[in-house]
Structures are given as structure tokens and as C-alpha cells.
């Protein structure tokens, strides 16, 4: 038996190291012959996660823009078009269909896999913010920002609630006849306020959520963006299964 000074020392298990957090939001629409691709693309990257050492968060975004041509989509909203307004000013872009902003800093169109691969792992390189999330009850969503990453600009707070496994028979415009699966797709998108001067955020959220969303495929998420560049600083999410 070897004596105590001699003896090998103990390794723990090595604890992985936690995935970087990217916000990909998809602006699309059910009317949009081109969109199903992108669809697909980003709902295929989230599911398998293969960009080393990045979460990707997707955000399905549904304009309303396309409405007036054959085809309601049920998921869009006029708060999403105007979501994309204010990145294309920013962007020096129209608002177009299917396009992609990853983290608020890069644009192209969504369908382009290794572009959007390459966005985000590029985005992961950048400093963000500490972003806690937590569920104290059913019906509140506590959250916690600290550590904003030096030189930010005033910024605000937002919550998303997303849901997963959605799809649509659609009847008539572009996409007639065709069943088109979503990524995630935003039901909900709100203001919850600005992070102090000390760069600290603080609070807690009532969740208001639709009896007809599927509660084991919804995922809060909360993003910190500076108001003027539109760039995502900091991001959590929490998924809502099982309340």
C-alpha cells in the first residue's frame, strides 16, 4: 500500500462548462413561399444545438405584412412587423421575409444554414450580461440581471414567451395545400423595464398564459437590449414545463 504522501490525488469529475446563450429571431410569415426553409433551418439548428459551446435561443417572429395577400398567418402581429421596422433602420435594410437577426448584430436571409451557423458563433465571442431566471409560483417569473458589459448603453428589458411544436395547414396564398412546421414561435413579447445606472435589474413578472398554449412546450425567455443599437446583451430563458 502505497503511503498517504504517494498516493494519487483525487480528481473530481469535470463540471461542463455552461453553454453561451444566442437569441436568433426569425421574422417570417405562413404567407411566404421562401420562409418554410428558413423555418426549418433555424427549428433544426435549435433542436440540435451543434454550434460548439453556444445555447441557440430561436424566436419565430410572425409579420403581419403578408396578411393582405391570400393567407392570415394566426401567429402574426403588427408588434413583430414593427420589431423588424426598427432593425431595418439600424441594418440599412427593408423589412423582408425570411430574414434572420442574430443577437440584435447580424442580418441575412434565414434560410442560409452556414451563414446562420457562423453568425452565432460569432455572436457568442461578445460579452453579455448575467441573466437569472426563476419561477417562485404558477403564475410569476422572477428575474435577475447583473454584470452588463462595460460600455452599454441604455437598454431595456423584455420578455418573450415562445412555444415549440406548432404547425399550420395552410389554405391559401403562396403556401397553399402545404403543412408548415414552425421554430418557436413568440406568443408573447413585453417590456419589464431598464437596468440601473449600476447596470442591475430587477424583478418580478406575472406570467399571463393563454389556456390554449401547450404548457409543456413554453420557454420563458428574457433579453437585454441596448435601445440604440438593438444589439442583445444579455439572455435567460427558463422553460415553464411542469406548473
Not at 408573447?188 to 445606472?197: D, E, I, Q, W
Not at 424583478?203 to 438593438?230: C, D, H, M
Request: proline share 7%; glycine share 8%; with cysteine.
Amino acid at each position: 500500500m502505497l503511503p498517504t504522501s504517494s498516493r494519487p490525488a483525487a480528481t473530481s469529475p469535470a463540471v461542463p462548462a455552461a453553454r453561451v446563450p444566442v437569441v436568433v429571431e426569425l421574422f417570417t410569415s405562413e404567407g411566404c413561399s421562401s420562409c418554410p426553409a428558413a423555418d426549418a433551418a433555424l427549428r433544426e439548428l435549435a433542436v440540435a444545438q451543434s454550434v460548439a459551446g453556444v445555447e441557440v435561443i430561436a424566436l419565430g417572429e410572425h409579420v403581419d405584412y403578408w396578411n393582405r395577400l391570400g393567407w392570415k398567418d394566426p401567429f402574426s402581429s403588427p408588434e413583430f412587423s414593427q420589431r423588424q421596422r426598427d432593425y431595418a433602420a439600424g441594418f440599412g435594410t427593408g423589412s423582408y421575409t425570411p430574414q434572420a437577426v442574430v443577437n440584435g448584430r447580424y442580418e441575412f436571409v434565414g434560410s442560409q444554414r452556414a451563414k446562420l451557423a457562423e453568425a452565432v458563433a460569432r455572436a457568442a465571442q461578445a460579452p453579455r450580461a448575467t441573466v437569472t431566471l426563476s419561477r417562485p409560483s404558477a403564475t410569476a417569473l422572477a428575474i435577475r440581471v447583473s454584470q452588463l458589459p462595460t460600455g452599454t448603453g441604455p437598454a431595456e428589458v423584455l420578455l418573450a414567451l415562445t412555444e415549440t411544436g406548432l404547425s399550420t395547414q395552410v389554405g391559401r396564398g403562396e403556401n397553399s395545400g402545404r403543412l408548415l412546421h414552425h421554430a418557436a414561435v413568440v406568443r408573447a413579447l413585453r417590456p419589464l423595464g431598464t437596468p440601473a445606472t449600476d447596470g442591475t435589474f430587477a424583478t418580478t413578472a406575472p406570467l399571463q398564459l393563454n389556456p390554449t398554449w401547450k404548457t409543456a412546450n413554453l420557454r420563458a425567455v428574457v433579453l437585454v437590449q441596448e435601445k440604440a443599437s438593438r444589439r442583445i446583451v444579455g439572455v435567460g430563458t427558463l422553460s415553464l414545463r411542469g406548473r
